[in-house]
């Protein structure tokens, strides 16, 4: 093929997307169409292709789904499938290609789970339609037009649970105006606390009679929390949104998102240990075992959670072994700390300091279990110091062969 002809098909693939817009909507009506890209498997082709896809947000379902079918596990795929699931025009689409897209790809927003319930609606698989409704309505927020299509279809499927899981959802994103729009829906149970909670987000001029009104029954919802905290350290009262947290029970109504609750924990663990209330610092930060209903590896969850999760429990081990000089309650937060990601760093270094704490709250058996745990990573700075504590030697190192350059090597 001449490099010509190259440059002729190179350019017409890269202006396919801005020109699938208006074939899509001819190919809506071809329901048994297949997805596919235009590339056809060439791989340099689909070099360039990959470019333009992953350089705009704005291309057609067809233009993202194509490729992703095609070329499944290309990087920036997670970004593709979110952008091929936002541009589905939920009142105007192929079902059939929807659903053969989803057979292949799970929804990973909302709004894929709601184009998804509605596809296969369409196409006749009601009960099926109705779990990925339920889904949507449950993860929060929508658009105004995938609210609006869910509503119309499945209002029968959704029960008081999901219209309260939806609540919960939308003010833990803080979507304050699709969670006034909502609040009618919930039950009357919880509606006064989830009332209560627009009206911190939204700096409602009533915010603190509605939250006296419901403080003894919200002390454990961890929404509640992060939303009174957050208001009350935006109006300056920062030792009132410590005090809060740091006092408060063991959580009944966990977090609908973990990260943001700890995030929550930490903003005011950090401010409370840079004032040197370090009681109060530690009460806040140690208290990371109740958001999950049930136990929970920590090491397995997404980047956001371990960050937080093992900057609360540093805090809490730091804050109890330096600033209350109290070590044996130190230990268990670095043991925490070193579980929270599966990093030879962050392990050895945890277990080495819960077996300095064990050591300094004078539990010799204790550290030096932790010490032979930290030992364990010898090629790891407190893997060696582990060794130091442990009275040993460092363990020799293999070393590489030293390359040898020939006289051939050197022409």
Not at 355 to 377: I, S, V, W
Request: aromatic share 10%; with cysteine.
């Amino acid at each position: 093929m001449s490099s010509m002809v190259s440059r002729i098909i190179l350019a017409s693939l890269l202006l396919a997307p801005t020109t699938c817009m208006a074939a899509e909507q001819l190919g809506w009506q071809t329901s048994g169409s297949k997805l596919s890209d235009p590339t056809g498997g060439n791989a340099q082709l689909a070099l360039q292709r990959w470019r333009v896809l992953t350089g705009s947000d704005n291309y057609s379902f067809e233009d993202y789904a194509g490729f992703l079918v095609t070329y499944p596990g290309w990087p920036d795929d997670t970004r593709m499938q979110r952008n091929a699931e936002q541009a589905i025009n939920i009142n105007s689409f192929s079902p059939s290609r929807v659903i053969a897209f989803f057979e292949q790809f799970d929804p990973i927003t909302n709004v894929g789970a709601a184009k998804y319930a509605v596809a296969l609606q369409s196409s006749g698989q009601s009960d099926k339609a109705k779990v990925w409704a339920k889904k949507a309505w449950r993860g929060g927020t929508l658009t105004d037009e995938d609210e609006a299509a869910l509503i119309s279809r499945f209002s029968s499927a959704l029960s008081i649970d999901d219209h309260d899981s939806r609540m919960d959802a939308l003010l833990w994103a803080r979507a304050t105006r699709a969670a006034a729009r909502h609040i009618g829906f919930t039950s009357p149970g919880r509606r006064a606390v989830f009332d209560a909670r627009l009206a911190q987000l939204t700096a409602s001029p009533d915010a603190n009679r509605k939250a006296s009104a419901v403080g003894a029954i919200a002390r454990d919802d961890a929404g509640y929390l992060a939303d009174r905290a957050r208001y009350l350290r935006n109006k300056g009262q920062s030792f009132a949104a410590r005090q809060l947290l740091a006092t408060r029970p063991v959580l009944r109504v966990k977090p609908a998102v973990p990260e943001t609750w700890f995030e929550a924990n930490l903003i005011n663990a950090k401010a409370a240990a840079n004032d040197r209330q370090w009681s109060t610092a530690y009460n806040i930060a140690s208290k990371v075992d109740d958001a999950y209903s049930q136990p929970t590896n920590i090491a397995e969850q997404n980047s956001r959670v371990r960050d937080k999760y093992s900057d609360l429990t540093w805090l809490a081990g730091n804050a109890a072994l330096f600033g209350q000089r109290q070590p044996a309650k130190a230990v268990a937060m670095f043991d925490r700390y070193a579980r929270s990601y599966n990093s030879p760093n962050i392990q050895s270094k945890g277990y080495y300091w819960a077996g300095r704490a064990a050591a300094k709250a004078g539990d010799a058996e204790q550290a030096n279990a932790y010490f032979e745990k930290a030992a364990a990573f010898p090629a790891y700075f407190y893997g060696q110091l582990a060794h130091e504590r442990l009275g040993r030697a460092l363990p020799s190192f293999s070393r590489k062969p030293a390359v040898e350059i020939t006289d051939e090597d050197r022409r």
